[in-house]
């Protein structure tokens, strides 16, 4: 019972899926299916609420816990909450978009409610096969959303292009999970870890290969360059509620376990030491996703075109926070996700759901362009779609007090204070970026107030299901932008559960295979308490490896 | 030694399939590649059979040869697309560069593999581990205890294909 | 040892497919005409002869053969050699190797290769047959064999689900995949009386496979593929000996069906009621195995039988009754069946 109850938050949004296409069924042909988002969005909520109960805590369950392939913990509790928000919203967006623009009402939400879960088993998966599965869900309901729009020939080719290179990225994550498997025979992510970690010292070249294979794979999902060039003409071409999907779940999914994976199974001391290792190439990434998406973003007269570039450019910035894993000050060793990236997805999300919501309100009957002129004098038109698309931007822009800024700031405070000596080069580069990024987000602003529309400006579909959506997700960036304490102390916990840990279930057959089991030191090991980062004892042993061999090959190093 | 030959003809034959799916001459033709390619799906069933693993080496058949590559054969005829509808294949820069890139790392990986392989030793199998290695009984048990939350996800998947293959091809004004 | 083994499988597939299939085969070219000419009210071939030796007609099929040994080896313009070469060499023998696997008699001395997933192999190598309609279709560069190609594909891929599934029954109530398992299991008696045969307990799998099976064999009254009233089949392009093995595909696959439902569903080689005390252990081999011949004849006759005394179906009406009667009835019947095994 207790298992149903930990996967229950996964659960609900299968469940919601399959009751909203049961209803679709029920309620006949001529119905206007709009109330299904309603049902859709209210399924995705209650699975983030019961993520958030569980979270705070139950008598039964306490987290993290584990259910064969899954674990359920802070970690996947935080990202699920956030999965079925941005799942929410997005289906919202979609209610008063009417079959003439080219949403087939019925069949839509279930896919997305199936996508949704897909993320969410995506996240909270412990196992190759499981993960696999959960990608593959989320994928295939996602090639279909982007091609739903049936009257646009560019749906149809956002749906292709999509599908293609998702093939092609699918069969990069198995050949990469193929050869972990070959190289340790193992699928569970702790095992495997722990396989490689151990065969570090005589270097394993195959946990190489599936290292590259498996960021090319999720490097395209997150949209990093260079696995990026599906993503402006995707985004342009979905239907822009699928839009805000794919640019708040799908990356925040894929970060989520592009980050378990990397500090899970390649979480050793030397993570980020030199340009062959593995946080070498999230740095290198990292870099040219933020340059190249700021600099393409410039040049673009396209809003989808312009958030997209600029998802890109986001997706550079929380690299850089991957790749500067949690070391602390140089000398404390403590493998952990740097606290900063969880928050800042969670600021990036919210902000690019609502900035791709009230485009999705704009621009219906037909109206496919979505130049920055068709949104010119949206300020007199719809004072609160502008009032709210403004937020969105200047929040992704990391403009004080909103969210953005605060999540721009904890990211690169803790990029800095991973390794102070060499990571100030990169926190000025994302600082340089972000100051380029402000061009354009500030042209949308621009456009929205104080340029009258040329040609046909866009018309504003009347929703309340969407304005809703769209506001919530202003609200909850002024909100959290003021009083961002919560937030911050969320994803800190969220981030102490990032790396897998043995559990004692997993423990027990593994200490068998050992032939010398390694006497446990009395004393408990000191660790310095780095910035309220506090060391679940179950990291114990992943921390102690990685201080041993960063010992071992530190050396005499003049600092 | 019989073994051998018979694995040597078997690779020999997966790998030439394989080539011949993409290599321009035969490549041309759809439906020869499709051939090409279904040859080398036979084949590796073949070789699953030489590693013990039948049930693997049936539905390789079954599902590969059987309903895969059908619907790729189907696909093809439906479209019916000769030779005269391709562009004659040109070598561009891009093209070089990309079969160098891919040759490259093919050796590399080959020789990381061939590392990796040289390394393990061999899993010794009890002889009752072995008798039931791979048959279906196993795998049943596998699939309905360890792999039974994949298995049935599985079921999710599925339905998502079918809802998808539904919105894609319906005509248009025809559902709502 | 080695060689010896493969002389003694050799020798098997020998006798098993030139001696039994290919001959009976033949023959049932003969019955097939010759009844549908008694259900027709007419003769049927009756004229061949040696000599004076005419044997009702039964050298028919022998002249055939000479027939179409002899006549030209057509190939239209524009057909893809290669593919129109391999089409009917691929249909005849994806359906001539599932016999190795049927057992023939008790023991393993009386299969050709004994596994232990033989019905599974069975379903993997007949899939292969699909291969000799849809090539055979598209390289004869003909649009009426395309059509046929076409349809052929689609009405093999749709029944063989069906077919597939009905089996799942069996094999959940004898708990095998293994034919001769299969057998064995059904040689015992159901309440001291009935024969524990797999039509016994699984009747509606029987019949929902006998239907699909005729449908993979694309006879009438599913005869779509080839259609000899409407469009000409996947075959049309061909002629002389290539369509001669299409053609003794088509019977060689009755044989087939007939073996596969005598094995899994009438008890395979066991002889009911048999007391096998005093008679000599020699003889009860032989006698089941012309009891399992005598099973695979009556089924041949059924399915001739059947063939020529159903209308045939609409295209529509085919798919409908594959996708929408016998694929719910088979999932309904393996539920049934998985239900009552729990309960039991």
Known sequence: MSDIIAFSPVLLAAITGLIVMVLDLLSGKNTHKGFLGWVTAVGLLASGTAACLLWVGGREISLPFMVGMVQFDTYGAFFVTLIAIAGAASSLLIVDHNPEQGIHDGATYPLVAFATFGAMLFVVATDMILLFLGLEIMSLALYVLAASKQTSPFSMEAGVKYFLLGALASGFFLFGAAFLYGATGSLDFVTVGRTIQDAAAHGSGLSKVALVMII??????????PFHFWTPDVYEGSPTPISAFMAGVVKAAGFAVLARMMLTIWGTAEFSSGWQSPGGILLI???ISMVVGNIMGIVQDNVKRILAYSSISHAGYILLGVYAIGLGEPGAVGISLNSGVPFYLLTYVLATVGAFGVLALMGGQGHEDMSLDSIAGLGKRSPILAL???IS?????????????????VLFKQVLLADPDRNWVWVVVAVLNSLVALYYYLRIVLYVYFREPEGEAAPIIKSNAGLFAVSTMAVLVLLLGVFPGKAIDASNQASHHAV????????APAVQQESAPTPEPKQPLRLRQVDGLKVDPSHIPIIRRAMELKLRDSGPKPK | MAEQIVFYILATGVLLGALAVVVPPFARNPLHAAVALLTTFSLMAGLFVMLSAHLLAILQIVVYAGAVMILFVFAIMLLNLRKQDFSPAKITAWKILGAAAAFLIATRIAMVAGAAVSTHTAVDLSLEQYSTFGSVHDVGIALATKYLLPFEITAILLLVAVIGALVVTRRQGGLR | MDWMFMLIALLKVLVVLVVFVLMLGAVLTWVERRMSALIQDRLGPNRAQIGNVRAWGLLHPIADMFKAFTKEDFVPAGANRMLFFLAPAIALASTLACFAVIPFGPGEHFTIAPLDSGMLFIIAIGSFGIY??????????????????????AQLVSYEVTMGLNLVGVFAVFGTMSLSQLVLGQGELLWGWLPKW?????PVGFVLFLIASMAENKR???DLPEGESEIIGYFAEFSAMRFATFFLTEFVEIVLIAAIAATVFFGGWQIPWLDPQGVAGGFITVAQIGFFVFKIIALCWLQMLIRWTLPRFRYDQLMNLGWKVLLPLSLANIVVTAIVLALS
Not at chain 3, 198 to 202: E, T
């Open chain 1, 500 to 507: 897998l840990s043995i559990t004692e279930a997993q423990a």
């Open chain 3, 198 to 202: 797999g039509v016994v307990v699984q």
């Open chain 3, 132 to 153: 000799g309609v849809a090539l055979g279709g598209w390289a004869s560069n003909n649009n009426f064999g395309l059509l046929g190609a076409l349809r052929g594909a």
């Open chain 3, 220 to 222: 009438a009254p599913f």
């Open chain 1, 216 to 225: 090319a794979a999720l490097g395209f999902k997150i949209a990093a360059v």
């Open chain 1, 285 to 287: 990434l990292a870099v």
């Open chain 1, 393 to 409: 931007v200047l929040s992704l822009a990391g403009i004080p007090p909103l969210l953005g800024f605060m999540g721009k700031f």
């Open chain 1, 388 to 390: 709210i698309l403004t």
